[in-house]
């Protein structure tokens, strides 16, 4: 077993896990606060705009861990310093 | 064990379970969502275009965390560039 | 062991446990989908038509997470390039 | 171990635990359906139809879940093409 | 250890396992179907009807769950396709 | 280490396993059903008749899933097709 | 590490196992059914011979499963077949 | 490692953690039933007695799953017949 | 690694984790049993001795189970049977 | 590796882990009590000499238990009786 | 396997696995914050500038946490100090 | 790896462990007992004397769990009398 | 397997994880007390300055957990003592 | 492997781990009290000094359990008796 097999089996196995555990919890999250979003017009529909635009930018940030999961996996995949320094 | 099928059986595992995993928890985010936009519509019938339209782009982005998880999958499994490497 | 053997015993086990996860938490987030529905009928006969719409939506959505998963697990057994390329 | 042993083995497992795990969330999934079928039905007899309607269609959707897995478990028994291919 | 010992062993423990596991949610799911069935009836014991025939339904399809599994078993145990060509 | 041994250790720790998981879930879901079939008829005692009689039809079908694994744990001891095969 | 032996160890860890996981889940059922009873004898001091009836049956039910699996590990432990052959 | 260690430490192991595992939830199940019983009483101080022996009755049903394991403890500890047959 | 080694290994490690999970539920029952009769006396101030006995009886139940575990704990170090055999 | 170490090592892990995992439940416990206590103070302050007096009965109780794993680990590490006889 | 190799691997997965795990809980974090804070907007509208502040400044907050894992693995990626001694 | 190397592993690690562990679920028992003072003192401001002193007394319990964590930590890392032997 | 490369990837190993951890359970922390904040200036707007106060206090304190962790990893990839030791 | 870079890896291991799990707990126990802090504020205003006061005494002690933890860590790093000892 050289050493580009083992760091590619790595890789591919990381980047996986990265992206499915990285991208899970996010969308709990994110589906706890549309669901709450909902609610919160249901009970006041006037405040919809400030809730809604509230609720987007709270998903803008909580998508943002999603990313940095999925960009940290393609960089693993793709762009993998240490399978270039290997080949 | 050449390198090769290393590659190969840890693309499939991993392929497999990055969708399992990834996709079920957006799964219960989403059942969340869509309960409570219906506790929401029978709170107050007038807001449902508001609640649905929100609905919907909450779904979306809850979605989209599925989404990067099935692309990776597909990814590994047809477009592997550690396989295509070893090929 | 040789590589196909290896190639299949992977394939076998990870179509199994990749429907069986995959298509547990739709099943637990459409139960809770129906059940709040039912609730809402019950509260509010009239908006019966709105809600059942809104249901089916949101069920069509969660169980296409399940259905990535099924779809993945078929390729997996019945179109598996791995196992392509082995044979 | 030949490959025969070992790929009937993992079809064995395989078909087991999906069966086994891909069948206990819907069932959980639709105990609650049904016990808040129930407590609809307590709540507005009147709306009674339509509640089992509803209740009917989702736990078709639910049970769908379940199929899947019973029915890959089904196939890896019986017309497993890696099995088949060995033989 | 020769190959008909190996199919018997897995098929001894996954029938077991696959009793044990995909029989223990349906049972909860049923608890809590009947625990509500009895709140809906003496909540609205002129619906009792009703009530008692969705439930049926209902414990039917739950219990179909766990049907699927013990009868998967029972073909491993005394129907086992393996175990047939190794003998 | 013989077959026999083998087939013998498999048996005796799978029908424990399955009898003890199989067991104790349906426990837990008869426990929930019994005590709301106590809230239920110190709710509604004109209906305790209704109520015992739907309890007991509910937990005899909860019962029923904890037989099924007993019964497979008996066949596993004292009728084990493997086992016979072997002797 | 001859037979007896294994057949031996086998039996008592799994006669030790199946009583214990065996009888913990039935207290726990068994300890909310009698908690449930004497709330409701509190909530409705006149229907308590109605409502110790039914929990010394449902108590019954539930000790049943307990019983089970205490049988099952008296087997393995005095009259285990397994142990008996190879003696 | 002889047959006799094997055994002699397959029995410790086992009666501890059968007795560990097996005391535990009875201990639960018994805290819940206490504490309800003093809120029972708090709530109808006048039916004090019958909630003490309803009380008592069920501690004991629970305290029996506690004793079995406890039991079975002591018997692979004292009169262990897998021991007393290699001695 | 000869027999009283391992006989004696087994007891430390058997009898330190047997002490430590079975008196942790007792001390969670108890917790419970404690805080729910301190509710019971701020409820009903006049029932206060009634609760209080109540709340013994019942403590004196829960720590027999952590009693079962530390006796037997014991046993395994001072009076330990297998080890007084090999010496 | 001889037995002294042997015996060594597994007494100061066993200490280390009886006392952790034994005083953590207690703890979780006494917590509940503790806060169970202070509510229950403002809400009767005038009952608090009885509340407090039963709060550290309850408390020693459950410090018991903490107690045990406590004195059990200073055993093993202090007048460990089979590290002595080794010695 | 050499050191290069070892590094490499151990470096990959640790980033792949502290950016998921460290970056799923802040997401229910902010899941929570932001869910909240619509609750709390639909409460009070009138001070939605202030409850708007008051969110972004903890999402801040939280984000740092997710943050610094996102660094960490960034620096074990492209700056690992002990990949580049080896190098 | 010779008999002091094995001690000291085994004590740092136990050490680490046991304080981590020991300390964690004290943490989250003070935590409860100080929030539920505080809601105590805004429910009742004039019984915050009593209070306050009934919140330091059981926090100087349930601490003292943890130092008994701390202290066995410590002597397994200053005053080994396993390492001091083999000293 | 060289001293200087086991160092370097338990180093790497620890910092990630002590990082994930240590980081993940101060981030729900801050998420419920932010999400609380949020609910007392929306119940209490006046008193939001105090509420901020101390919630910005809290937040420090919590997020100082968070910190002990990242710096403890930085100083094992940065400042290592063993791994300088065995440079 | 010598009993160097045992000792060492031991170290760095447990020291990240002992701050990762000794800090998270606290982290939780302090989000608790100052969220429920903020409650209290909100409920009650008049009684804030005395409500912030509490708290601080409270989060000091839960943050002393995490100090622990901090403190075994850097002993472990930068003054270990064991290291010293091999050194």
């Known amino acids: 077993m050289d050493s580009l097999t083992l760091i590619?089996?790595?890789?591919?196995?990381?980047?996986g896990l990265t992206t499915a555990i990285g991208t899970a919890f996010p969308?709990?999250?994110?589906?706890r606060s549309?669901?709450?979003a909902l609610t919160a017009i249901a009970?006041?529909?006037?405040?919809?705009?400030?809730?809604?635009?509230?609720?987007?930018?709270?998903?803008?940030?909580?998508?943002?861990?999603?990313?940095?999961c999925f960009?940290?996996?393609?960089i693993l995949v793709f762009a993998n310093p240490f399978w270039n320094h290997f080949l």
């Open 8 to 15: 590619g089996v790595a890789s591919i196995v990381t980047a």
């Open 27 to 31: 969308a709990l999250g994110e589906g």
């Open 34 to 36: 549309v669901s709450q």
């Open 43 to 68: 009970q006041q529909p006037d405040a919809a705009p400030t809730i809604t635009r509230t609720l987007f930018v709270g998903l803008a940030m909580i998508e943002s861990t999603a990313i940095y």
């Open 71 to 74: 960009v940290l996996s393609l």
